[in-house]
């Protein structure tokens, strides 16, 4: 069985573009979170989405945006880059919200000059 | 204010040196206390779930315990490929789903053979 599968997995962008990042869930898993990783905070929660709805959203700036599709796939939007938005971005998908493990892609490494 | 905090940042160990990981957290209602194990450059892989004080759970060289305050992840004769560095979450109970998880910033683990 496929596991979580995240695209791009490393992405250069220059401060003040946008991103897009893709995550692929395994089959059969319908809820979706999205977690951005760095050195000094480690994993902090961004959102998470089940059955294209927004369940919860963590703190964030409005920059940070995310959707997800009839078939469970979901993207994050982050606009206006800047520095400090460097990070690894993981996607975790579960079976439903509430009562199953998450289980993590490989993450998008994101480098922003 | 929900909070995880795990000790030490980094253990260095000899194959078969037996030691534990600690995890202590403060949660409005703990839902749920999970392990995950996450190798470089990869997402963080799911060891464990624990939901009431009293609860083990066991893997292979792992054994996970939980009491109303912490959380201890022991490693018994461990392997160089055990190492890893090891992340609790906990789920919080005003709302939090298994997809919104409250992370400590991990124990890096070193096994030297």
């Known amino acids: 069985k496929a596991g979580v599968t995240q695209t791009p997995r490393y992405l250069i962008k220059t401060r003040g573009q946008q991103v897009t990042l893709s995550c692929s869930p395994i089959s059969g898993h319908r809820s979706v979170s999205w977690y951005q990783q760095t050195p000094g905070q480690g994993l902090q929660f961004l959102f998470e989405y089940f059955s294209e709805t927004q369940r919860n959203k963590g703190n964030f700036p409005g920059r940070f945006s995310g959707r997800q599709f009839s078939n469970s796939r979901s993207e994050m939007n982050v606009s206006t880059l800047e520095l400090g938005d460097s990070a690894l971005y993981l996607c975790?998908?579960?079976?439903?919200?509430?009562?199953?493990?998450?289980?993590f892609g490989n993450g998008t490494r994101l480098t922003v000059t | 204010e929900d909070q995880v905090t795990q000790s030490p940042e980094a253990l260095r160990l000899q194959e078969g040196e037996s030691s534990s990981l600690n995890c202590s957290y403060t949660v409005s209602g703990l839902r749920g206390l999970f392990w995950y194990r996450q190798d470089p450059g990869k997402g963080p892989e799911f060891l464990f779930t624990l939901y009431s004080a009293g609860e083990e759970k066991e893997k292979e060289r792992l054994k996970a315990t939980l009491t109303k305050k912490e959380s201890f992840l022991h490693i018994t004769a461990p392997k160089p490929e055990d190492s890893a560095t090891y992340l609790c979450?906990?789920?919080?109970?005003?709302?939090?789903?298994?997809?919104?998880?409250?992370f400590g910033k991990g124990t890096k683990l070193s096994v030297k053979p």
């Open positions: 975790a998908s579960s079976l439903e919200p509430d009562n199953s493990p998450l289980h």
């Open positions: 979450a906990v789920q919080a109970g005003y709302g939090g789903s298994q997809g919104n998880l409250i």
